[in-house]
């Protein structure tokens, strides 16, 4: 059943552990979910460095109860990933989420079809309409499949309304938030998606939250806080270390690899396993480099409270 909540605020992405086995570790879960928390973020979210494309249905649903469970037991938002390659299997993702008590869910268009624009806004339509819940409308062409037009962006605004949020990925961002805004009368309401490092852009630009990755979710908080409150010195000090960050992932392992080592570094989770679907490998040097600039964060995150 719907929440009836709107989406707001800082709702991270969260890592999937996995044990020895290369099964979903529920107990780190668990424990990474409340660390997530403790940030002062606004609630939880599954997407792409979720690893969900690597998941069977059976691990996806598993991983949406624990995560619904966990944030519904603090009074947190939660924002179920649920694209799929067909519209059934994308459904049935919907529906399980709605009856775990979610309060929206996300999707990406499918990866293995070029569909063209009346082909996509069928499947978001089908999506939106399968459910009572929110739909975050992902465009996640700056990994997989072609950028979303502002023109099918727009119609889905205009045929649902408020039932449709909208996480536009494709660049240039800036510029696109703009178009999306202009096009809807200023109503539509989107997510800054780049993890944080086009957020002070994008804040002027309306965004309503960000979908940034969890391992440093205190330091996007901070910089969002910051934002609200109208200190921008602080917000773009907070910014410069984060954007270097976000330049070392330029794919979905690399930001898969990059976060989950992060959370270790900070003792949130004891592995950093991956189901990888290419060849990338955290190298000693980048490594090196993610950890000081973790550390410039965390130093000016402290300061700047």
């Known amino acids: 059943m719907a929440s009836g909540r709107e989406l707001s605020g800082v709702l991270p992405v969260i890592q999937t552990p996995f044990d020895v086995g290369g099964r979903i570790d529920e107990t780190a879960l668990t424990a990474e ?17 979720s690893e969900v494309l690597v998941l069977d249905d059976r691990e996806r649903r598993r991983l949406t109860e624990v995560v619904v469970g966990v944030a519904r037991g603090r009074g947190a938002l939660s924002v179920i990933s649920c694209g799929a390659e067909t519209i059934e299997s994308a459904v049935a993702h919907v ?10 869910v996300m999707a990406i268009a499918p990866v293995t079809e070029d569909l063209d624009d009346e082909a996509t806004f069928r499947y978001f339509a089908q ?4 459910t009572a819940l929110g739909v975050v409308v992902q465009d996640a062409s700056g990994y997989v499949g ?8 727009a119609r889905l605004h205009d045929a649902y309304g408020r039932r449709v949020y909208f ?5 240039p961002i800036g510029q696109r938030l703009t178009m999306l805004r202009d096009a809807t009368l200023g109503e539509a309401r989107a997510f800054e998606g780049t993890g ?4 002070t852009d994008s804040f002027r630009r309306g965004v309503v939250g960000t979908m940034p990755g969890a391992e440093v979710c205190w330091a996007i908080q901070g910089m969002w806080s910051a934002l609200q409150a109208g200190d921008w010195s602080l917000a773009y000090d907070i910014n410069g270390p984060l954007s270097l960050l976000i330049n070392l992932q330029t794919t979905i392992d690399s930001f898969v690899a990059i976060e989950k080592h992060i959370l270790v570094r900070q003792g949130v989770i004891g592995s950093a396993r991956a189901r990888p679907t290419s060849d990338y490998a955290l190298d000693d040097e980048t490594r090196d480099e993610v950890d000081r600039l973790v550390d410039r964060l965390r130093a000016i995150v402290v300061s700047g409270k």
């Open 146 to 153: 072609r950028s979303l037009s502002i023109e099918t962006l």
């Open 127 to 130: 999506i939106v309409e399968s």
């Open 95 to 104: 529906r399980h989420a709605q009856q775990c008590g979610a309060d929206a």
């Open 167 to 171: 996480k536009p990925e494709a660049p």
């Open 196 to 199: 944080g490092a086009a957020l």
């Open 33 to 49: 979910l409340e660390w997530v928390l403790d940030q002062g973020v606004s609630g939880l979210t599954t997407g792409m460095v």
